[in-house]
T-cell receptor, first 115, second 109 residues
Framework: GAVVSQHPSWVICKSGTSVKIECRSLDFQATTMFWYRQFPKQSLMLMATSNEGSKATYEQGVEKDKFLINHASLTLSTLTVTSAHPEDSSFYIC???????????FGPGTRLTVT | KQEVTQIPAALSVPEGENLVLNCSFTDSAIYNLQWFRQDPGKGLTSLLLIQSSQREQTSGRLNASLDKSSGRSTLYIAASQPGDSATYLCAVRLTDMRFGAGTRLTVKP
């Protein structure tokens, strides 16, 4: 099946700094990618839908100025957590629809810890 | 807005037991439903995907059913093993995917 990678797999940063997370579709093109956030012992919550060449669509309650999404190419979407705070510590997972319309492929996730 | 609920939130069984995990969703207008496994601190592993026109899917000891009209799905695990211990998530898809909170399964040797 298709592969989605994320980088880094884990990151620790200080409060107030910004962190960029990359999501790549390795062997297929993705005009759309989805970003999820998962807090401990909770489910995945959709944050935003990333669209290649246009603005991302954010879910209600997600601050677009804090979570900057850039989908610059058909294989890469980035999520930048700006001015990170400890409450932003979470597991961030991206996904992309495959060539078969019903398939959705998930990255391995990025663990962000803000100290 | 689609809401997905999973019951129970946690389940502990002795090895060898058959078990059922439940998933319900509020909006029956779905494209498909998917069951995932998630190990602690890890990403998602897809187990079974059921299209909206299908009633069930089977893979090895796993069987998933879908009743779209009533907004329900079940994941049946036969002859459970300690290696099955994980969190099981169901998700429904229309344009995007919405996840349930998961069932944390522990299979005791």
């Amino acid at each position: 099946g298709a592969v989605v990678s994320q980088h880094p797999s884990w990151v620790i940063c200080k409060s107030g700094t910004s962190v960029k997370i990359e999501c790549r579709s390795l062997d297929f093109q993705a005009t759309t990618m989805f970003w999820y956030r998962q807090f401990p012992k909770q489910s995945l919550m959709l944050m935003a839908t990333s669209n290649e060449g246009s603005k991302a669509t954010y879910e209600q309650g997600v601050e677009k100025d804090k979570f900057l999404i850039n989908h610059a190419s058909l294989t890469l979407s980035t999520l930048t957590v700006t001015s990170a705070h400890p409450e932003d510590s979470s597991f961030y997972i991206c996904s992309a629809p495959g060539t078969a319309d019903y398939e959705q492929y998930f990255g391995p996730g990025t663990r962000l810890t803000v100290t | 807005k689609q809401e997905v609920t999973q019951i129970p939130a946690a389940l502990s069984v002795p090895e060898g037991e058959n078990l059922v995990l439940n998933c319900s969703f509020t909006d029956s207008a779905i494209y498909n439903l998917q069951w995932f496994r998630q190990d602690p601190g890890k990403g998602l592993t897809s187990l079974l995907l059921i299209q909206s026109s299908q009633r069930e899917q089977t893979s090895g000891r796993l069987n998933a059913s879908l009743d779209k009209s009533s907004g329900r799905s079940t994941l049946y695990i036969a002859a459970s093993q300690p290696g099955d211990s994980a969190t099981y998530l169901c998700a429904v898809r229309l344009t995007d995917m919405r996840f349930g909170a998961g069932t944390r399964l522990t299979v005791k040797p």
